[in-house]
C-alpha cells in the first residue's frame, strides 16, 4: 500500500489479498490486484493527492451547480427565458455564461445569443 493510506484501507487491501489468495484468483499478483482496488476505492472516496487536486482544480474552473453564474438557476432555464434576462449583462458576465454553456448544455440559440 502507498504511504498515506489510513488503517482502514490498509485492512481492507490485507483482507483482499488474502481472499485472493484463497481462492486462487491472479496467481502471483494477488497483492498488486489488491493494491490496485484498494488505491481505486481510495481515489473515488477523495483520499489521494490526485483526487483532492482535481477537485480543487474542477471548483475553481467551472461551477458544477451553476452558483457562480450572473443569472439565478440558469442551468433550469429555457432559451426564451434566457433571452429575457441577457439584457444589462457586462461582456465579463455574457463571457462567463458562454464558457457554462459551451461546457454543459451546448444549446445553439443560446450560443449564438451569447456571441458565440
Known sequence: M????????????KKLEKELTQEGRYPGREEEVAARIVNKQRAQAGETQMAQNRQKAGKAARPADGSALPIDGYQHLTVAQIRDKLGGLSSAQLQRLRVYEAAHKKRKGVLQMLGE
Open 2 to 13: 502507498p504511504v498515506g493510506a489510513n488503517p482502514k484501507r490498509e485492512r481492507e487491501f
